[in-house]
């Protein structure tokens, strides 16, 4: 397999979302492919490295500035945080992209909304992030569903980093596939290529891995800090079979 390119595939209109994720730590563990088969939707299986091996990232981070179109800005959301677990996936169009277990946000609406409308897992959780100088912090509990799953990491940030073909496959990733109203689907984004540096974990305690079904196969990689970047959501794609 090919590994993504760090420049984003131009995308098709119409930009339906626009948006900044920002103040990103990437912590990340091996998993054997036939482990986690069973939980890709039709149409997409296990994305894998030239190791041979796939991989499950808990991703937490802010989301700012999200805006209808990448023109209306959407005052209620404001800025919040989100902690993710995903997997990494491929379809039979050949379209590389993550496949989330479980997405944490502050924001309740948010949930109802993405769980029917797009069949992404969000789920609702106390949550919050906080930075003094270079050491950033993150702790979240979650509300609903299976109240009380924890996530707690703290990080230094370090120098910047110029990323291993590793952290390129991790990290440039330009959509996500999802399942919902019966069919695979996959949702484009794009945004510029990630400002990368080197994080020390300092502390780690977290629930969400583990609870998301996916059993790592190894030690955990070096972490990844970044500023962030903008991003914008395209139109979803059904996948074929």
Do not use: C, K
Not at 143 to 156: A, D, E, F, I, K
Not at 159 to 184: I, K, M, Y
């Amino acid at each position: 397999m090919t590994g993504p390119s760090v420049i984003a595939p131009p995308l098709r209109r119409p930009v339906l979302v626009g948006q900044f994720w920002s103040d990103l730590t990437f912590v990340h563990w091996p998993v054997r492919p036939a482990a986690v088969a069973h939980l890709f939707p039709d149409g997409t299986r296990p994305d894998v490295f030239g190791d041979g091996l796939t991989y499950v990232g808990l991703i937490p981070f802010v989301m700012r500035h999200t805006a209808l179109a990448n023109r209306v800005p959407v005052p209620y959301l404001g800025a919040f945080a989100e902690t993710n677990v995903r997997l990494y996936s491929v379809d039979t169009a050949g379209r590389q992209g993550v496949l989330f277990r479980s997405l944490e946000t502050e924001r309740l609406a948010v949930v109802p909304l993405t769980r029917i409308g797009l069949g992404v897992p969000y789920t609702w959780a106390r949550m919050r992030v906080t930075r003094s100088g270079d050491r950033i912090s993150y702790q979240s509990v979650r509300r609903w569903p299976r109240r009380g799953l924890r996530s707690t990491l703290s990080v230094t940030v370090g120098a910047p980093l110029q990323p291993t073909p590793l952290q390129v496959w991790l990290t440039a990733r330009w959509g996500a596939h999802t399942r919902t109203a019966g069919h695979t689907w996959w949702v484009p984004n794009d945004h510029p290529p990630w400002p990368l540096h080197a994080a020390e974990i300092d502390h780690l305690r977290d629930d969400l891995v583990v609870a998301s079904g996916v059993p790592v196969a190894g030690a955990r990689l070096p972490a990844m800090y970044s500023p962030g970047v903008a991003a914008r959501f395209g139109r979803p794609v059904r996948v074929r079979r």
